[in-house]
């Protein structure tokens, strides 16, 4: 049975939600990722911030990514798989949420993630097909 933990990016980071858009637009230029998982004081995942995030979300609305916090930024329920779940509950995950990054969680800590690049890496084209056509459908 392949899992999400041997699917997933390994080294993944928190962003702290006190920390700014700014210091995260940083981290994820020298992580090179897109997407960061932010936590709360007590490590616990409770929201993801991309890249899109905060272009759309606060320069383009004139705002100063200085002055806005990671946690401001998060939205909705955070969702996220256990690192021993099952590659096919990971796709029912992305594709029930239409989600394209998807947190991996093992003993309450964040040990990777998993990007479109590694399902990719990992699936079969009709997998692959199967979950790009739910990701990306239009509501």
């Known amino acids: 049975m392949t899992t999400a933990g ?5 080294g993944a980071q928190w962003i702290p939600g006190h920390e700014t858009l700014d210091r995260a637009a940083q981290l994820m230029s020298r992580l090179n990722v897109g997407a960061l998982p932010i936590s709360d004081e007590n490590e616990r995942l409770c929201g993801i911030l991309t890249d899109r995030d905060i272009v759309v ?8 990514p200085a002055k806005i916090t990671a946690a401001e930024m998060a939205q909705g329920t955070p969702r996220w798989i256990a690192a021993d779940a099952d590659v096919g509950d ?6 029930g949420h239409q ?8 003993n309450k800590r964040l040990v990777g993630m998993i990007s479109e690049a590694d399902l990719a890496h990992h699936l079969t084209d009709e997998q692959i097909a199967g979950w790009a056509e739910s990701v ?3 509501s």
Request: glycine share 6%.
């Open 6 to 10: 041997d699917i997933m990016h390994r």
């Open 90 to 95: 990971v796709l029912e995950e992305m594709k």
């Open 136 to 138: 990306y459908a239009r």
């Open 57 to 64: 979300g606060c320069v383009a609305k004139g705002h100063d």
């Open 99 to 106: 989600i394209r990054r998807l947190p991996v969680i093992e």
